[in-house]
Every structure is written in C-alpha cells, then in structure tokens.
C-alpha cells in the first residue's frame, strides 16, 4: 500500500470521527431549537401552565447541564472519554423517549433533567476526543466545524420542530432516538479511546459535589430571582450557597491532589478570556432565540412550521460566516475578530428593538436585525471555542471543553431568565405588545456590546510550563 494511500486513509478515517463526535454535539443543541419551537404548543397540552412554568422546560435542561458539565468533563478524562461519550449519549436518547411520552409538564422537565445528565457527560466527552484523536494540524479546524454545528441546529431546529409539531409536539423529542442510535454505532467502530494518563486517581468526589451544588445554585437565583424578587430570602439563600460553594471549591483545587477542576488552564489568558466572553456572549445568545419565536407565534400570530420557515434565513448566516470567519482569523488577532463578532450581533439586536412595531412585519421588522445578528454569531462563536481549546494541552481537553461549555450553559440561563423577567406578562399574549420584547432586544444588543469588549482580552498565546 503505497504512503498517499495511507494518508488518504487516515485522513479520511479523521474526518468520519469528526462527523460522528459532531453528529452527537448537533443532536443535544438541536433538541434546545426544537423545543422552542414546540412552546406554545406544549403550554397547550398542559392546561394551566404560565410562560414561568414552561421556561423550566429550558431552564431544568440548562441548570442540570451546566452543573454536571465539569465533573462529567473530570471523569472522563480519568476513566475514559469514548465511554462517558456513550454513556452520555445513552442517557441522552432514553431520556428523550421519556419526554416524548411525559404525561404532564413538570413530568416533562423531570426527563428534560435526565436529558441535561446525558448532554454534560457527552459534549465535553466529545470534544476532548476531538482534539486527541486528531494531529496538531487539524484540532483547530476541528473545533470550528465542532462549534459550528450548534449553527447548523439553530437553523435545522426550527424548521425540522415546526414541521413535527404539526403532527404533535412530541415528535420533537423522537427525533433524537434515530440520530443518537445512528452515532452510538458509529462511535464504538470509529472512534478511538483516549484519557489522560497522569491522573492515576479518582477526581476530587466531594469537590465535584461542591461545583455542582454551587453552579446548580447560582442558575437557580439567576431562574427564580425574577419570581421571588432579588433581594428576598430565598434569591439571596441561593446566591450565597453559590458564593460560599465557589470559595470552597477554590480551596480544594489549590489543596487536593486530584482537583475536579486543574488549576492549570487559569494560566492561560485566552482560556480565562474565552470563560468571561462565553457567559456574556450566551446571555444575549439564550435569549435571542426565545425571543424571536415568541414573538412570531405570539404577536405576529404564525403557526409552529410558519415559524420555523421564518427563523431559518438568520441561523443560515451563522455557518456561512462561520466559514468567513476562518479566513479571517489568518489575517486577524482572534480576540479583535470575536470583538467585531459581537459588534455586529450588537448592531442586529439594536434593529431588532430600533424596529419593534405593533404592525408585526415580519420582513421589515424583524428580518433585517434577525440576519445580522446571524452574522455576528457566525463570526464570533466558532472563533471563541476554538481560541479556548487550542490554548489546552490535549491532557486537559475534555476539562477545559466543560469548565468553556458550563460558561456557556450559564449565559443561556441568564439570558432566558431576563426574558421571562421581561416578557413576564405574555402569560396571555396581547398580539398589539411589543414593548417587552423592545426591552429584550435592547438588553440583548448591551450584553453583546459587553461581549465585544471582553473579547479584546483574548489571546492564542499558551503559557510555558503547562
């Protein structure tokens, strides 16, 4: 067998096990886009549910989630990330069976927490095989393509959750089982093992436990500080078990010799910078989504599938840029791109409040800011992930990737719980309101004129000794 033959087919063996881990990562992003999709009709079936009570369906999903992401990243990297991944993906599409088949709402957000459980051992799983089964060269391309499959879902979701909702809005939880069957298969043929040998001893238990009482805690506050007021008992409570569990872990990364969470990726400036971007950038993005589907189905008055149709032209603009993205990152300090990223979801956001009309147009109203903010998106998101990750060295991969993701899961629960905050009184929807969701897409447009200067901070550099 000649060497061009060799390289062809590793080349190509690389590329099936960057389509199958992204295939798993597209499945658990696209499931979040479906369900907003399916709000209103899942408020429906269940008589009596607020808009607060339909947010848990997200908010159960995205609290779990961010909780568990860093221990599920921990354990991995100690016992295996080819088996958390199936573990997780196992979880996952079980789960999605016992949403399907929920006999009521808070049933449904209890199998959506199942869910979450699956969705945190698999994505950091995935992405910290991603960047060791692959050589130096490609990891960086890697993760793009990795990051920018939540694009993809943003824009599939819709349409895909409009159509099945119209048969009924469980179908949008059925279609995980095919594609998470499809990519167990897969991944048990193609994709190899990987862990990090230097911990020869079980993660920090009771340190995994403190991160996930404290992150649990603090999106808890962020859910509820609207309902039970920021400054009462309860809010207050919860914020101060997330502080004093912080601090607490703190202490037991800087004393155990098995930290849940190595020090070592905090010495890195780009890392750090990527954590404090990601929050602020998902905030504006978490809300962004909801936002635009609420006010399509419940001021513009469109059906799910209309809904999904008119969602599509902004996530389209994600992958494309995605794309513009990569060649610009080869002329560009990667901080300034994901700055100018920013920027220009800032600016499609401000068209989006600047145009907010009791006429309810879609096509000069809404969809000009809605492409925009695509735009910024595609520029801005792939670019952090990849400048996060490929700061790490490959021992710290599925860590690093969980501690980025869990930054991530915190900005979309802020974000969501402002816009229930918000849009609060569209527990019946008058088709003439339009203010709260102008208030939205002004906080919307400031988080990510936030993001655009944290951004700067970003830098590929990686410092010596890790």
Partial sequence: MSEATLVTGTRQRDTAIVVVLCLAAFMAMLDVFVVNVAFTDIGASFAGSSLADLSWVLNAYTIVYAALLIPAGRLADRHGRKAGFLVGLTVFTLASVGCAMAPGLWWLVAFRVLQAAGAAALT??????????????????????????????????????????????????????????????????????????????????????????????????????????????????????????????????????????????????????????????????????????????????????????????????????????????????????????????????????????????????VLPGWIVTGVGIGLALPSLMAAATASLPPAQAATGSAVVNTGRQLGYVLGVAVLVAVLGTLDTPDPGTTTGFAGAWWFIAAAAGLGAVTALGLTPRRPDGL
């Fill in 124 to 365: 950091p799983a995935s992405l910290g095989l991603l960047l060791t089964a692959l050589p130096p060269e490609r990891r960086a391309g890697a993760v793009k393509v990795w990051a920018t499959t939540s694009s993809f879902a943003a824009a599939l979701g819709p349409v895909v959750g409009g159509a099945l909702v119209e048969l009924s809005w469980n179908w949008v939880f059925l279609i995980n089982v095919p594609v998470g069957v499809v990519a167990f298969a897969a991944a048990v043929r193609l994709v190899p093992e990987s862990r990090d040998e230097s911990v020869t001893r079980l993660p920090d238990v009771l340190g995994a436990v403190v991160l996930a009482v404290a992150i649990g805690a603090l999106a808890l506050g962020l859910v509820k500080g609207g309902d039970w007021g920021w400054v009462s008992v309860a809010a207050l409570v919860a914020f101060g078990v997330a502080v004093a569990g912080i601090a607490l872990l703190v202490v037991r990364v800087l004393r155990h010799p098995a930290p849940v969470v190595e020090p070592g990726p905090f010495r890195v400036p780009a890392f750090v910078w990527a954590n404090v971007t990601a929050v602020v950038f998902c905030t504006a993005f978490g809300a962004l989504f909801p936002s635009v589907v609420l006010w399509l189905e419940n001021v513009a008055g469109y059906s799910a599938i209309a809904t999904g149709v008119a969602i599509l032209p902004g996530p389209l603009m994600v992958p494309i840029f995605a794309m513009v993205g990569q060649r610009l990152a080869r002329r560009m300090p990667v901080g300034l791109l994901v700055a100018v990223g920013n920027l220009v979801f800032c600016l499609g956001a401000v068209m989006l409040a600047w145009n907010a009309s009791a006429q309810a147009r879609f096509a000069t109203d």
